[in-house]
């Protein structure tokens, strides 16, 4: 089945993108985000929106052009500082935000796409994240119980993908793009390279192409959040 598609906007009307949706995005800071779904979603004008991601990318680029557009109504994120526009929403009591250990939310969604309803971790116990949530005790130490997360659409950028939408990450690029790919109902892809069935080694794929409906091959700028070393 070829998944391929031919560009960024018809991959999410092929999802069925609307308002009120849950949507999981892939990406650590600005590396390894499908940026190119990420301005289809600005350009389709889609509101109300959950966005399940580890940040909330930075003012003019990432989540930050859909938080310009006051398209997203919460955020479920691990870390949020590098986004001004982000703050000031949070500090007006325009956007919902729920805070979520780095691990903890990389856990949800691993869980939410294996079918697993909920899980026992030690993080958070003790502290505000563990408050309204049942607790147990288990040799000793204790637990707080989380629910996992799964999303309407979940977009994710790999390195190459094949056209039955086998995909392979590249290094650090990889973080939360194979969780969000399997807990998402539609999985849309955007990939450097589009090659064909057969050309990726089975022992280096990362995420088998039964959890991606849609691949879409896309240039990206692929910008630097932070630089920390002298050009």
């Not at 408050?131 to 130490?141: A, D, I, Q, S, V």
């Amino acid at each position: 089945m070829n998944k391929r598609i031919q560009s960024a906007a018809e991959g999410l009307e092929k999802a069925g993108l609307k308002d009120g949706m849950t949507i999981a995005l892939g990406g650590f800071g600005l590396c390894g985000i499908p940026e190119n779904l990420i301005f289809a979603i600005r350009e389709h004008g889609a509101k109300d929106l959950t966005m399940i991601s580890n940040n909330a990318g930075v003012d003019n680029f990432g989540i930050g052009i859909l938080l310009q557009t006051r398209q997203v109504k919460k955020m479920i994120s691990s870390y949020v500082g590098e986004n001004a526009t982000f703050e000031r929403q949070f500090l007006d009591g325009e956007l919902e935000v729920e805070l979520t250990p780095q691990g903890t939310l990389a856990e949800k969604l691993r869980a939410g796409g294996a079918g697993i309803p909920a899980f026992y971790t030690p993080t958070g116990y003790g502290t505000a994240v563990a408050e309204g949530k049942e607790t147990r005790e288990y040799n000793g130490k204790m637990y707080v119980l989380e629910e996992s997360l799964t999303a309407d659409i979940a977009l994710v950028k790999a390195f190459k993908g094949d056209l039955h939408g086998n995909l392979i990450y590249n290094k650090t690029a990889r973080n939360f793009n194979p969780e969000c790919a399997t807990a998402g109902k539609i999985t849309v892809a955007e990939v450097d390279e589009v090659v064909n069935v057969g050309s990726l080694d089975p022992n280096f794929i990362h995420t088998p192409g039964i959890f991606v409906n849609y691949i879409l091959e896309a240039a990206c700028e692929k910008r630097i959040e932070q630089r920390t070393v002298k050009g």
